[in-house]
């Protein structure tokens, strides 16, 4: 069973601050999402990384998968309140598997 | 025009009832899924359907029952409900595999059982 474990589990920051969530395993997964959720909602989708060291960035959020793609990190630059949410990262394996692996998640708050 | 489309968004229930979930999707989506998500946020699938073909079927109590009537819908029926089904149940779709376009869930319907 591919596992992926997130940390920190929760995270109570100011604004204007920077952080950094991981997102690891010791499986190799093909591509690695990360998702943000808000109370209330679903999940949604904020980037898929699929090549070894790869780094995308989405305004001031930057998303990097590991060089063995087991792992991935999200920072996140002068943290904003709305920034706050559930911070999922699933990753999938490949093929013709259809299953995204979930891990538990990273509760962002940001405080004005 | 709400991508994915759960009804109804809570459901409030005693145990032994009966009860369905909804969830209709207009993305043209080949392939859609149920996750539970428990109290503490975690996100575990259940079911997946591939055109209406069941694809993934997580060990899930034979009380919960998917049917697909057609690759737009994929509704979820549970029956005598207990204690422990108590929590937020998505729907999501996607386009082949999830590899690479992600899943589009959503809002979930929050099941409360008494």
């Known amino acids: 069973t591919q596992l992926l474990e997130q940390s920190p589990q929760f995270l109570s920051i100011q604004e204007g601050e920077n952080l950094t969530v991981y997102c690891n395993s010791s499986s190799v997964f093909s591509s690695l999402q990360w998702y943000r959720q808000e109370p209330g909602e679903g999940p949604v989708l904020l980037v898929t990384?699929?090549?070894?060291?790869e780094v995308k960035k989405l305004k001031r959020l930057t998303f990097q998968f590991g060089d063995a793609r087991k792992d991935s990190s999200l920072h996140i630059t002068a943290a904003q309140p709305g920034d706050t949410g559930l911070y999922l990262c699933?990753?999938?394996?490949?093929?013709?598997?259809?299953?995204?692996?979930f891990g538990k998640g990273t509760l962002l708050t940001v405080n004005p | 025009d709400t991508a994915v489309s759960q009804t109804p968004k809570y459901l409030v229930t005693q145990m032994g009832n009966d009860k369905s979930i909804k969830c209709e999707q207009n993305?043209?989506?080949?392939?859609m899924y149920w996750y539970k998500q428990d109290s503490k946020k975690f996100l575990k699938i259940m079911f997946s359907y591939n055109n209406k073909e069941l694809i993934i079927n997580e060990t899930v109590p034979n009380r919960f029952s998917p049917k697909s009537p057609d690759k737009a819908h994929l509704n979820l029926h549970i029956n005598s409900l207990e204690l422990g089904d108590s929590a937020v149940y998505f729907c999501?779709?996607?386009?082949?595999?999830?590899?690479?376009?992600?899943?589009?869930f959503g809002s979930g319907t929050r099941l409360t059982v008494v």
């Open positions: 993305l043209g989506h080949d392939t």
């Open positions: 990384v699929v090549t070894g060291g």
């Open positions: 699933a990753g999938h394996s490949g093929g013709s598997n259809y299953k995204l692996t």
């Open positions: 999501a779709s996607s386009q082949v595999g999830a590899g690479s376009s992600g899943y589009t």
